[in-house]
């Protein structure tokens, strides 16, 4: 019991790191656009994602503990996979690049688990579904960023620019908001995916049958968007910076287009239960409306480092949690 303890601390210590690290995705665009503080943008953010349990089911977190063979979960492989993502996490906060808290998850699991036992511990099928929204995901976010930054310069470009933006500042709030409950909706789940799968291999819970949605116990709803919550009120400046002032320039209307664009992009693929990046969504939507000016109004050389560092994310994290598995094992740890 004394190690389930310990795996599901470190669980919400991820949940805590992906708030603070993905704050930037909730914020940046309301804080650079300077429709709200930092200060009150966070709280704003962070109340979003703590009140989306009540929203959004739990077919995410279902998924995600099903995407690992149930029988080859032990509590060492779940706890070398929070360990690659927590690092992998950090390293890319303090590099300031917005990098996917999901992805570095997955990766983390992923390498853990074939480490121990070869690639057939993975649902193929699941991880392939996952790395096909690692190209939709910012792709659709930056297609409906475009849509709507269009349409809206059609039924606004007469219009004189004062008011306009005094229009879009008020609504920036509810797109925050959106984008907020969204981040909230998808993310949390994936933290309550690492949970339940614990419980799974410490026989806490019983594995649901093959194609049935996994069942998950309310206290960890609670206390995932708690911990998710709390990291949000801690901000995650070094990423703000990027995502909401080095990409492109933002003025209040494109503001509400990237994050309006990236909420719809959530409510969807959160309805469909898959674990998307909330950062590629995000990212994608700031590109869509950055180019709707012009091509050179987006700084391609900062897109492009996230990009790769979106690259990077699986095999880094795979890496880092494989060889804490490895270092577990040397160490006589049963894992």
């Not at 656009?33 to 349990?53: D, E, G, Q, Y």
């Not at 799968?197 to 708690?226: K, Y």
């Not at 987006?298 to 949690?321: L, Q």
Request: aromatic share 10%.
């Amino acid at each position: 019991m004394t190690g389930l303890v310990l795996i599901i601390t470190l669980a919400l210590l991820f949940d805590f790191i992906n708030g603070f690290h993905d704050a930037a995705n909730s914020i940046a665009t309301v804080v650079s656009t300077r429709v709200l503080s930092p200060n009150a943008a966070v709280i704003w953010a962070a109340a979003f994602n703590f009140i989306a349990f009540l929203i959004f089911d739990t077919h995410v977190a279902g998924n995600i503990a099903k995407g690992i063979e149930p029988g080859v979960v032990t509590l060492g492989l779940v706890a070398a996979g929070l360990v690659g993502a927590v690092v992998w996490d950090l390293l890319t906060w303090w590099w300031g690049l917005p990098t996917s808290s999901s992805h570095a998850l997955l990766g983390g699991l992923a390498g853990a688990a074939v480490v121990k036992s070869g690639f057939s511990a993975l649902d193929l099928a699941f991880f392939g579904k996952t790395a096909l929204f690692i190209l939709v995901a910012p792709f659709l976010g930056m297609g409906l960023g475009y849509l709507l930054m269009k349409l809206l310069m059609w039924l606004y470009g007469n219009k004189p620019h004062r008011s306009v933006d005094r229009t879009f500042r008020r609504l920036q709030l509810v797109s925050a908001a959106l984008y907020s409950l969204g981040h909230g909706g998808n993310d949390a789940q994936k933290t309550m995916g690492i949970i339940v799968a614990a419980l799974i291999a410490n026989n806490q819970l019983v594995a649901s049958a093959h194609g049935h949605s996994q069942h998950v116990p309310l206290w960890v709803v609670l206390s995932c968007h708690a911990a998710m919550g709390l990291g949000t009120l801690s901000g995650g400046w070094r990423i703000v910076k990027t995502m909401g002032m080095k990409i492109t320039k933002l003025a209040p209307v494109g503001g509400f287009c990237a994050e309006t664009s990236g909420a719809t992009t959530l409510f969807m693929v959160t309805a469909l239960g898959v674990p998307v990046s909330t950062t590629h969504t995000i990212t994608g939507a700031i590109v869509g409306v950055g180019t709707v000016r012009k091509l050179s109004a987006v700084r391609w050389g900062v897109a492009g480092r996230v990009v790769w560092a979106w690259i990077f994310t699986v095999p880094g994290s795979a890496a880092i949690s494989s060889a804490t598995y490895l270092l577990l094992r040397a160490l006589g740890v049963p894992v």
